[in-house]
């Protein structure tokens, strides 16, 4: 069925399947404050409400590659986009502050579905179209996170009273919109079918050879996201708190450090493709995160708040590809099946983003906040060991080639 597609049809699905998570996280952070004051909340009840969604997100990755498998990434796809639908419409108007939690749980469920799906359909189809997509793809995520933001911000703020009289009904409405156009109409080339690729893991007397549930190349891998999923929650968490703490930058202006981190990591993972297509992909996970460590001691080291935010900007420049390759490379590995592959690594990767930022904090209180982003810097040199010696070099087809 995808073979009398065009590949730019198939990417594009891949795209909007990328764009949904990425867009309604986003969405759902201005109605934070909003969601706050209706129920009363204090900071420590909001926590606990907030982590539903990230309870929701560990449970799909338990279950996910069983439902991957069995429907498809399209089905897959659509059906959590109809949930995701579903739970950020109904996060405005309702009452009970335990049917909001359970409802913020199944968000996060749908949402790590959306992720997971769309990385594993991208995995299989760079196999089968025989060219980088992911760091393409993910910057479509990064973009999905912008535009949410900034578009649910802008009907928050503007006064605008044209449906409803109701601003914030208003912009869940718009985001709704949005959610169920690429859920159900773009993403309708996503592959219904995984068979032909988890087929391929088997040894020259045909016999299956995924019997491993991880391999030490899936965990290294991982470590890889691990590692990088704790600098970007870092990164997002922390920098404000460095700039304004140690480097006398005013609170209202601390925020430029993530601008600079988030909006250089979006433009290098939007050409990644092509780097990655020029230096091949070990090249650029070594490269990247020696770059991406030089830029945090920059950051660091440098009592110059200019220097401290072009520091973090090298740090986005040097990321930005790291996580996709990784993610990539583990759709290569044929002993373990596609789903499970990239799941395994997503599984990995998550956990240091849930305890990176804490970790820091508990780090810094006892050592110093400088200090402990040194030791992230040298943690992330870690990244360049393992790309080094476990990464192999070569083109998708190349590797295909080597792993059969």
């Known amino acids: 069925m995808t073979e009398a597609v065009k590949p730019s049809r ?5 795209r909007a399947a990328f764009w949904i998570p990425g867009f309604a996280m986003a969405s759902w952070g201005p109605f934070i404050p909003y969601i706050k004051e209706r129920f009363a909340l204090t900071e420590d009840h909001l926590g606990l409400l907030l982590m539903c969604i990230a309870v929701g997100a560990a449970c799909a990755m338990a279950i996910a590659s069983y439902f991957i498998n069995k429907f498809g990434c ?14 950020l419409g109904s996060v405005t108007v309702i009452p009970n502050f335990y049917v909001l939690a359970t409802v913020l749980f199944c968000m996060g469920l749908s949402c790590e579905f959306l992720s997971l799906a769309a990385n594993i359909n991208a995995g299989a189809l760079e196999r089968m179209l025989q060219r980088n997509i992911m760091s393409g793809l993910h910057g479509v ?9 900034f578009i649910v911000a802008t009907f928050l703020s503007s006064g ?6 109701n601003l914030l009904l208003t912009s869940c409405l718009f985001s709704l919109a949005v959610i169920l156009y690429c859920g159900l109409i773009s993403s309708r080339h996503l592959l219904t079918d995984l068979s032909e690729f ?8 045909g016999t299956p050879q995924h019997k491993v549930f991880i391999t030490q190349l899936l965990f290294m891998l991982g470590l890889i996201c691990f590692i990088m999923f704790m600098v970007e929650g870092s990164m997002m968490d922390w920098t ?24 250089m990591m979006t433009v290098c993972r939007l050409t990644g493709d092509k780097i990655v297509a020029t230096l091949g992909r070990r090249r650029v996970l070594v490269m990247g995160s020696i770059f991406a460590a030089s830029g945090i001691a920059l950051a660091v080291m440098v009592p110059h708040p200019m220097v401290s935010l072009v520091g973090f900007g090298m740090v986005g420049v040097g990321a930005a590809n790291l996580v996709p390759q990784a993610i990539s490379y583990a759709a290569t590995e044929r002993r373990v099946p596609i789903a499970r592959s990239i799941l395994i690594v997503n599984a990995i990767g998550y956990i240091g983003g849930l305890l990176g930022p804490a970790l820091i904090g508990f780090v810094a209180h006892r050592i110093g906040l400088e200090h402990t982003f040194l030791i992230l810097a040298c943690m992330v040199l870690i990244v360049a060991v393992i790309s080094y010696f476990f990464i192999r070099s070569g083109s998708i087809s190349e590797l295909t080639a080597q792993q059969a």
């Open 160 to 165: 605008l009273t044209f449906m409803m009289g």
């Open 74 to 87: 399209r089905a897959t796809v659509r059906a959590a986009a109809v949930v995701l639908t579903l739970c």
């Open 10 to 14: 198939l990417i594009n699905s891949n």
């Open 198 to 205: 988890n087929a391929q893991e088997q040894s020259s007397d």
């Open 141 to 149: 995520y990064s973009l999905g996170n912008t535009a949410g933001v």
């Open 240 to 263: 404000g708190v460095l700039l304004n703490q140690v480097k006398g930058v005013p609170m209202s202006e601390a925020g430029y450090g993530f601008a600079a981190f988030a909006c």
